[in-house]
T-cell receptor, first 116, second 113 residues
């Protein structure tokens, strides 16, 4: 059973703080992703990584950075938190597909971040 | 530019009836489509998928239909159950090793007992 865990379910931070969100997967997946979910906007991709130390910008990378030092761990960093980063953050992982039928992403439970 | 659209933010259905959730896309390069289900305070879970070489895929109570010419897919749930009440996201992929998915905005399904 694939398991993706996120370090916190709820976080409250102040504007300007540096925030770390951690994600760990136990299925030896190559790909890892960070999304944010906002009402009416669905899931939007922030960053993804397809290998250790590799990262690619998603659709909304501004204000975020990521780190992938180990295959199982993918961290999202808010360098200076702002109120518009209040959101639900979701981490996901997937294996590199050998075919189009292997593209399922497995999600963690999410971290609800409130920036005051 | 919303490449994957779910135009109905919410849908209410009676238990035992059919639920039909719709999704439209604009990018003809998408070749794989998925539906995810999300309960409050949980991450999305994979429900069903379909490749662009097919027009229908069925898994128990869930069937996904793909109309490539109309760039439209739909999820049918028959019969609907109260436990199906959740937000449903459709997603599309262009394939490739990086496995990037483009998600729709979601439809909240409420199944009334």
């Amino acid at each position: 059973d694939v398991k993706v865990t996120q370090s916190s379910r709820y976080l409250v931070k102040r504007t300007g703080e540096k925030v770390f969100l951690e994600c760990v997967q136990d299925m030896d997946h190559e790909n890892m992703f960070w999304y944010r979910q906002d009402p009416g906007l669905g899931l939007r991709l922030i960053y993804f990584s397809y290998d250790v130390k590799m990262k690619e910008k998603g659709d909304i990378p501004e204000g975020y950075s990521v780190s992938r030092e180990k295959k199982e761990r993918f961290s999202l960093i808010l360098e200076s938190a702002s109120t518009n980063q209040t959101s639900m953050y979701l981490c996901a992982s997937s294996s590199s597909p050998a075919s189009a039928f292997q593209e399922t992403q497995y999600f963690g439970p999410g971290t609800r971040l409130l920036v005051l | 530019d919303q490449q994957v659209k779910q135009n109905s933010p919410s849908l209410s259905v009676q238990e035992g009836r059919i639920s039909i959730l719709n999704c439209d896309y604009t990018n003809s390069m998408f070749d794989y489509f998925l539906w995810y289900k999300k309960y409050p305070a949980e991450g999305p879970t994979f429900l069903i998928s379909i490749s662009s070489i097919k027009d229908k895929n069925e898994d128990g109570r869930f069937t996904v239909f793909l109309n490539k010419s109309a760039k439209h897919l739909s999820l049918h749930i028959v019969p609907s159950q109260p436990g199906d009440s959740a937000v449903y996201f459709c997603a599309a992929s262009r394939g490739g090793a990086t496995n990037k998915l483009i998600f729709g905005t979601g439809t909240l399904l409420a199944v009334q007992p």
